[in-house]
């Protein structure tokens, strides 16, 4: 069965600092979808990026990248620039044909 | 953007109730997702239906069920509702059957689901 580790519970990191948020997966498939997904004191469950495991690129959307690394098996989630409304649980997670989510870690962007 | 949307965005029940939550997925997609997240917990897969059938079953207890109709909305029904059973339920929707693919699963902003 597919699993999702996460490492960090939880980091704290000054506004303005890029942070790394570690992500790493243990598959014997082939084909694969990897995702990260935000979730706020709110609740809803927001998507951040995608990576297929056949991408020959790192994923961007905006300020996050993905840094996706297939032989090791880690899907780092990279935030640049960091915001005080970064400040959430964040989930990494893999896809077959559904989707398992990692035990999260929780961010905290410090003023 | 359209999104998935999810009612009621709060429920309150006592124990031994029933509870109904509704998802209506993103349009065209055909394809649904429910999944539980207990308070500090990662979200936990119940069950998905592809083109109103059932195409997947996770941790689903046996007091719950679910379907898709033909209109693509998904309603969740618990029974016999239990304390353990608070939780925030999301409901998920995507595109191609739920198969791998490039297409993104999306959530809806979720159900809190109080049992008192």
């Known amino acids: 069965a597919q699993k999702i580790t996460q490492t960090q519970p939880g980091m704290f990191v000054q506004e303005k600092e890029a942070v790394t948020l570690d992500c790493t997966y243990d598959?014997?498939?082939?084909?694969?979808?990897l995702f990260w997904y935000k979730q706020p004191s709110s609740g809803e469950m927001i998507f951040l990026i995608y990576q297929g495991s056949y991408d020959e690129q790192n994923a961007t959307e905006g300020r996050y990248s993905l840094n996706f690394q297939k032989a090791r098996k880690s899907a780092n989630l990279v935030i640049s620039a960091s915001q005080l409304g970064d400040s959430a649980m964040y989930f990494c997670a893999y896809r077959d044909d559904k989707i398992i989510f990692g035990k999260g870690t929780r961010l905290h962007i410090l003023p | 953007a359209a999104g998935v949307i999810q009612s009621p965005r709060h429920l309150i029940k006592e124990k031994r109730e029933t509870a109904t939550l509704k998802c209506y997925p993103i349009p065209r997609h055909d394809t649904v997702y429910w999944y539980q997240q207990g308070p500090g917990q990662d979200p936990q897969f119940l069950i998905s239906?592809?083109?109103?059938?059932?195409?997947d079953k996770g941790s689903i207890p046996d007091r719950f069920s679910a379907q898709q109709f033909s209109d693509y909305h998904s309603e969740l029904n618990m029974s016999s509702l239990e304390l353990g059973d608070s939780a925030l339920y999301f409901c998920?929707?995507?595109?191609?059957?739920?198969?791998?693919?490039?297409?993104?699963?999306?959530f809806g902003e979720g159900s809190w689901l109080t049992v008192v």
């Open positions: 239906f592809y083109e109103k059938m059932q195409s």
């Open positions: 598959t014997s498939d082939q084909s694969y979808g």
């Open positions: 998920a929707s995507s595109s191609a059957g739920g198969m791998f693919s490039g297409n993104t699963i999306y």
